[in-house]
């Protein structure tokens, strides 16, 4: 990336935060930051599985987060329909009817897809401008 792009420029701020650290910080960092994605999903698959009468543990609810992510590796856009498919045989493993299964991974994965779908809309409707962009008019 060229560092005359904010992506450039951004990337090059990120490599400055971590350019002269210790092999042993930057493992920290990574080491109490990288499971708090994993850690906040799994939370909202368990809460959102008791709405739905899916009372999962917290170890099956990050089993099946897995899942869901393994379902992902089938190229369909968005995942659509593979990571249910996934979801849905991780539940059923754990002896989730599946009615059940489905309602709640329909519900789950709309709220995922649709936050960003509203995004994107939004996005779309804005004017493109086309050209270079002047600083300081």
């Known amino acids: 990336f060229?560092?005359?792009?904010?992506l450039g420029r951004k990337l090059v701020e990120l490599k400055q935060a971590y350019v002269g650290r210790r092999?042993?910080?930057?493992?920290?960092t990574a080491l109490v930051f990288a499971p708090l994605p994993w850690i906040g999903e799994s939370a909202a698959i368990w809460l959102v599985g008791h709405g739905f009468g899916v009372h999962l543990t917290p170890v099956q609810a990050f089993c099946t987060l897995v899942a869901m992510k393994v379902g992902?590796?089938?190229p369909t856009p968005g995942g659509m329909g593979s990571v249910e498919a996934a979801g849905a045989g991780?539940?059923?493993v754990f002896g989730?009817?599946?009615a059940e299964?489905?309602?709640f991974l329909l519900v789950y994965r709309t709220s995922q897809l649709a936050s960003g779908s509203l995004i994107g809309a939004a996005f779309i409707t804005l004017p493109v401008r086309i050209g270079p962009v002047r600083s300081g008019a």
Not at 2 to 6: K, Q
Not at 23 to 28: K, P, T
Request: hydrophobic letters at 75%; zero cysteines; charged letters at 15%.
């Open 72 to 74: 992902m590796v089938i």
């Open 96 to 98: 989730v009817p599946a």
């Open 101 to 103: 299964a489905f309602a």
């Open 23 to 28: 092999a042993r910080d930057v493992a920290i």
């Open 90 to 92: 991780a539940l059923l």
């Open 2 to 6: 060229s560092e005359a792009t904010w």
